[in-house]
């Protein structure tokens, strides 16, 4: 068994900053990739951003320049740093993980609001 906890959503000015964290634990041998996607709801998920293993990212072209992905693998820890917030960016922000054989992990959702 898998579990991811998620923190660091909240309320925002546009302009401002905010950083997400998601922790997993549990039976975790291995981590592959490690990312994070976010939804409106009655719409696809999608992806934001995503970190393999040996730190290779890949970004969504709308968070380009403004988000970072980052990860610590001593502590099973991925982050996304959130800098020039947009209104658009406002979401549910979910953390995924993948781990060899147990296949894909999802965490609960963490709300990301931008006022304008």
């Known amino acids: 068994q898998v579990q991811l906890r998620e923190s660091g959503g909240g309320l925002v000015q546009a302009g401002g900053s905010l950083r997400l964290s998601c922790a997993a634990s549990?039976?975790?041998?291995?981590?592959?990739?490690m990312g994070w996607y976010r939804q409106v709801p009655g719409k696809q998920r999608e992806l934001v951003a995503e970190?393999?293993?040996?730190?290779?990212?890949n970004y969504a072209d709308s968070v380009k320049g403004r988000f970072t992905i980052s990860r610590d693998n001593s502590e099973n820890t991925v982050y996304l740093q959130m800098n020039s917030l947009e209104p658009e960016d406002t979401r549910v922000y979910y953390c995924?993980?993948?781990?060899?054989?147990?296949?894909?992990?999802w965490g609960q959702g963490t709300q990301v609001t931008v006022s304008s």
């Open positions: 549990g039976s975790i041998f291995r981590i592959n990739a």
């Open positions: 970190i393999s293993s040996g730190g290779i990212t």
């Open positions: 995924n993980v993948q781990l060899p054989v147990l296949g894909r992990y």
